[in-house]
């Protein structure tokens, strides 16, 4: 399975965008997509993450009221919106896959992810 995450940019403080994941190749059972972010310095964080069914996400607290996210019925693909960013959202965002036992399980663990794409760079001026 490989992951294509694009969207990243750069954007004022208090402006929007949105990230794409695509994952290509054979995706065997259910399965959960989630996003995250490493800014510079900084460990790798939870942002968000979508059920294989789309029924069940998880959204940080850090970003609940901003980001929110989907999927794209009948295909492995996530979307990260993003809204009012502001300067400490500026990280690499990185989107994942995990196998999961059931379609309603969301993982919010990194080490749970198997596959990861290649990271999208989201830069907010201030």
């Known amino acids: 399975v490989q992951l294509q995450a694009s969207g990243g940019g750069l954007v004022e403080s208090g402006g929007s965008l949105r990230l794409s994941c695509s994952a290509s190749?054979?995706?065997?059972?259910?399965?959960?997509m989630g996003w995250f972010r490493q800014a510079p310095g900084k460990d790798r964080e939870f942002v968000g993450a979508?059920?294989?069914?789309?029924?069940?996400?998880e959204i940080a607290d850090s970003v609940l009221d901003r980001f929110t996210i989907s999927r794209e019925s009948g295909k492995t693909t996530s979307f990260l919106e993003m809204n009012n960013l502001k300067p400490e959202d500026t990280a690499v965002y990185y989107c994942?896959?995990?196998?999961?036992?059931?379609?309603?399980?969301?993982?919010?663990?990194?080490?749970?992810?198997?596959?990861w794409g290649q990271g999208t760079l989201v830069t907010v001026s201030s």
């Open positions: 994942a896959l995990a196998s999961v036992r059931t379609s309603g399980i969301v993982q919010m663990t990194a080490r749970n992810y198997d596959f």
């Open positions: 190749g054979r995706t065997i059972g259910p399965y959960s």
């Open positions: 979508v059920s294989s069914s789309g029924a069940f996400k």
